[in-house]
């Protein structure tokens, strides 16, 4: 079956920014395959999303022979041998249109890298970033600026809606919902969690950069500071109720240290209602602490390392709080657990408009005709 546009994802990232995209491209008469790996499939289950799973060995060269596509849009991926690269060498051989989808602004001299010392060796024809943020480190990478679209995150506007739609709900009775067990008048805390593997893998393992140290046995990025966190809580006298949300890629075995710390540990449960019904969320650098932005709910970036505060785009807003040291972090939580405030609508506004799904797609589906002329 000849088709306009194939999607391809690897990594849960990359699945959010792109889920919403071929219904909407669908919407516009455009024949349309998405095409994952078994972790972003999986995923995009979840969000009620269909998609084709990829099973290998399955070449790009047999891919392209069955759907013929006129574009190839990937998303980036922590595997740096993943088959977004092969996508991309085959369909430019084929003269066909590239476009990569960055989901945020971090390792952006990694996304495109593979094995090799270029930044850029496996770039696209085409960028959609998020931000400005994101443009400009590409464009001092060497990438054309002309060849990126600022077109926000679409999947934004998701969360905006259900905003909307969880706001006409009892707040109260949907956390009765959610943690039946937590008593009244207890806040509710949530941690997401993240894995410590990825693009420039060594910034995930303690090294002279690092600002927070745990309790000294842990070396992985995710144990550090979820060390620190937990002492820092735990000088709270009542205690909040503490909500472990994982990573898609999190399992309890790696987490498993730290379960017996929770109060409840959530793998299942609907992400945007668990940060709704939170008094605060906290983590580290993952897209669902923008989200809870957007939900309204009041957050905090804990990170080893100076260079990751500018990692989220609602820190660098002033938005998220963002601590990178043990007395900064024991010092701030309390203020935020007991002022906690909602941030206010036009603030995330500003950072974050509504219409990103519609700005990616017009982008998408003006590259296919331009190039089809």
């Not at 910034?203 to 745990?214: F, I, N, V």
């Not at 620190?228 to 205690?239: C, H, T």
């Not at 379960?259 to 008094?279: G, I, M, N, T």
Request: hydrophobic letters at 40%.
């Amino acid at each position: 079956m000849d088709i306009d546009i194939l999607l391809y994802v690897e990594d849960p990232g990359a699945a959010n920014y792109v889920a919403h995209i071929p219904s909407a491209l669908a919407e516009r008469g455009l024949r349309v395959r998405l095409l994952a790996e078994e972790i972003a499939y999986t995923y995009l289950l979840h969000l009620g999303v269909e998609a084709d799973l990829i099973t290998h060995p399955l070449t790009a060269d047999q891919l392209f022979s069955q759907w013929k596509p006129k574009q190839v849009v990937v998303g980036t991926s922590e595997n740096t041998e993943t088959f977004a690269f092969d996508l991309l060498g085959a369909a430019k051989k084929r003269g066909m249109i590239t476009v990569g989808a960055v989901d945020a602004s971090g390792n952006v001299g990694h996304r495109f890298r593979g094995n090799t010392g270029d930044p850029l060796y496996h770039a696209p024809d085409w960028l959609i970033v998020p931000d400005q943020w994101t443009k400009d480190a590409y464009v001092s990478l060497g990438y054309p600026s002309g060849r990126i679209a600022v077109c926000g995150h679409p999947l934004y506007d998701y969360v905006y809606d259900m905003r909307m739609k969880l706001e006409v709900i009892d707040r109260i009775q949907l956390r009765k919902r959610l943690f039946p067990d937590c008593r009244k008048g207890i806040p509710v805390v949530v941690f997401v969690s993240e894995v410590s593997t990825g693009l420039n893998p060594d910034q995930y393992q303690m090294s002279s950069d690092y600002t927070l140290k745990g309790r000294g046995d842990k070396k992985d990025r995710t144990g550090i500071v979820l060390e620190e966190f937990l002492d820092a809580i735990d000088e709270f006298k009542p205690r909040p109720y503490l909500v472990l949300r994982m990573h898609p890629k999190n399992t309890r075995v790696e987490l498993s240290p730290f379960l017996k710390d929770f109060d409840r540990v959530s793998q299942h449960e609907p992400p945007l209602e668990v940060v709704y019904v939170a008094d605060l969320v906290v983590g580290m650098t993952t897209m669902l602490m923008q989200e809870s932005v957007i939900m309204g709910r009041p957050t905090l970036s804990i990170v080893p390392r100076s260079v990751e505060t500018r990692s989220l785009a609602t820190v660098r807003a002033g938005i998220t709080p963002c601590v990178t040291k043990r007395k900064e972090l024991r010092k701030i939580l309390p203020r935020l657990l007991n002022e906690a405030k909602i941030t206010k609508m036009n603030q995330i506004e500003t950072l974050f408009q509504y219409g990103s799904l519609r700005k990616t797609v017009t982008f998408i589906e003006g590259l296919l005709h331009e190039c089809s002329h």
